[in-house]
């Protein structure tokens, strides 16, 4: 991932992120098309927010060349994105278990 990180910003061209980018960017658009049971909405509204971070994280990085300083502060807010990426696995454990999944 530095290595990548280090050609996006250098101008080596498009990296491992920004595949990654485009995938948080679709999965973002498709929970925006689910139809939703009442009881899942809060958790479904964090995925959103979270994969639509992950898109913006991953886009900055990967046009770090063009933007230095969008692409450095994308950086270094990976080590929270992972923390929150934790966090919402747990929290959808909680749910399944909730509802006996």
């Given at each position: 991932?530095?290595?990548?990180?280090?050609?996006?910003?250098?101008?080596?061209?498009?990296?491992?992120?920004?595949?990654?980018?485009?995938?948080?960017?679709?999965?973002?658009?498709?929970?925006?098309?689910?139809?939703?049971?009442?009881?899942?909405?809060?958790?479904?509204?964090?995925?959103?927010?979270?994969?639509?971070?992950?898109?913006?994280?991953?886009?900055?990085?990967?046009?770090?060349?063009?933007?230095?300083?969008?692409?450095?502060?994308?950086?270094?807010?990976?080590?929270?994105?992972?923390?929150?990426t934790k966090i919402i696995q747990e929290?959808?454990?909680?749910?399944?278990?909730?509802?006996?999944?």
């Amino acid at each position: 991932m530095v290595r990548d990180f280090d050609l996006n910003c250098l101008g080596g061209g498009k990296t491992v992120n920004s595949e990654v980018a485009g995938a948080y960017k679709n999965i973002a658009a498709d929970y925006l098309n689910l139809n939703i049971p009442s009881a899942w909405l809060g958790i479904h509204g964090e995925i959103i927010v979270y994969t639509q971070r992950g898109y913006l994280i991953f886009e900055a990085i990967a046009d770090c060349s063009a933007d230095p300083i969008k692409g450095y502060l994308a950086g270094k807010a990976l080590p929270e994105f992972a923390t929150e990426t934790k966090i919402i696995q747990e929290k959808l454990k909680e749910k399944l278990a909730e509802v006996s999944f």
